[in-house]
């Protein structure tokens, strides 16, 4: 028995016969990829080797010496009913194969099969794995609200119910081989999302980040596969792409949604067969890295109208995330100005101002179109420019309003605020409508209020006190 180790689970190999072993072996990891293979020769020992080490698919010989296939399959779907079994027998009968499936094989295929087809019916087995795997994973962590490896989101700093449903999915999906597509706005964290995957899975290469946004389609082929001495004018040497880099650790492609459609091909390739060329080279190479990508870009809406591939699109989208922008978890905006206030105060060398109790109340009525990002800059931007023990609210106060204005210049119609099937409000009631808005949008502060409303606090107070006093002498005389 040899042993080759690789990330996820292995795939075990019981046949008498060493010479069928290494060619299988060899097909499985220059075909298929997998190299984290283990062979077994005397049949009575492949129920050990599956209890001792994390193995997910056997392919077993059905004429063995000592015990038989049929004997062994059975005892496998009984022992361990979470690996699969495919059987690979010298016998080309039919009465053999349905007798083996319905004993719990997941397919049957005979020695003298091309290669091609053996290795795709183990490619489908072993995606069929994985997904069991992640159900399982996903059902547990759902049902008990856990996460197995919170250190490695340590640095996404949230509170948010629905992003920490996002670390479940991840922590299940974690040891699949499978792309994983990111999509979200500009600013949310999807490079730390990425870099989280990459922890996860375990894998033992570099995570190898590349920004494909604005390639062309030499400079895509040449930054991926690399290129052989003589390739172009000026190749001297030979360079290694960001595929080989990346070796069996994870490549991340970023702003996948912006790549042009001759590229599109080449990552369709890349994926669907797991080898490409070198630029200059007629050898192929594998693909030994997981791939992760990311885009800010509607990818359903540009595949729809032909501007993104749909047969990329669903190969990259068997595993998806979406972060949600900062607009849809604004209990985090506390969480996250304290902590880049920290890194900022830490990065100048100031001591950590105090926050005021009103700036996270008029940080949660700004929509952050730049998201996390934004938020980040903003709070550097007051951390360089402060002085007191309490933080100055003044640069917030001014990029706010900065952006409150582009907002109305770029903006080519105005949102409708009254019912067109009503009748206007009177001036009385419409200054009624807007103090009762600006007072729900500061939660009631206002000191906060009479800024949004662009009056004094003691204006908009008196107001206030009139609009109580008219309520009140209103319900007396009803009550009369």
Known sequence: MS????????ILM???????LRSLSIALERRGGYNHLYRCEDSREAMGIIAREPIGLVLLDLTMPYLSGEVLLKQIVEEHPDVGVIIISGLNQ??????????GAYDYFVKTTEEDRLVEGVRRAVRMQEMRLENQAMRRKFLTDTLERPDVFAQIITQDKGMRSLFQYLESVSASSQPVLITG???VGKELIARSIHTLSGRPGPLVCVNVAGLDDNVFADTLFGHSRGAFTGADTARAGMVEQAAEGTLFLDEIGDLNPASQVKLLRLLQEGEYYPLG????????????VATHRDLERKQQVGE?????YYRLRIHQVEIPPLRRRKHDIPLLLDHFLAEAADELGKTKPTIPKELPVLLANYNFPGNIRE???LAFDAMSQHRAKVLSMESFRRALDLAGLADQDSGPTRATVFDPDQPLPTLQEANEILMDEAMRRAQGNQSIASRLLGISQPALSKRLKKMQSEDTNGLAADRK
């Open 3 to 10: 042993i080759t180790r690789s990330p996820g689970f292995g």
């Open 14 to 20: 019981v046949d008498d016969e060493p010479p069928f």
């Open 94 to 103: 039919l009465e053999t194969a349905v007798s083996c499936i319905r004993l």
């Open 185 to 187: 706005e500009s600013g």
């Open 281 to 292: 080279s007629d050898r192929p190479k594998r693909i030994r890295a997981r791939v992760v």
């Open 308 to 312: 993104f591939r749909k047969d990329l």
């Open 375 to 377: 938020l980040r800059a």
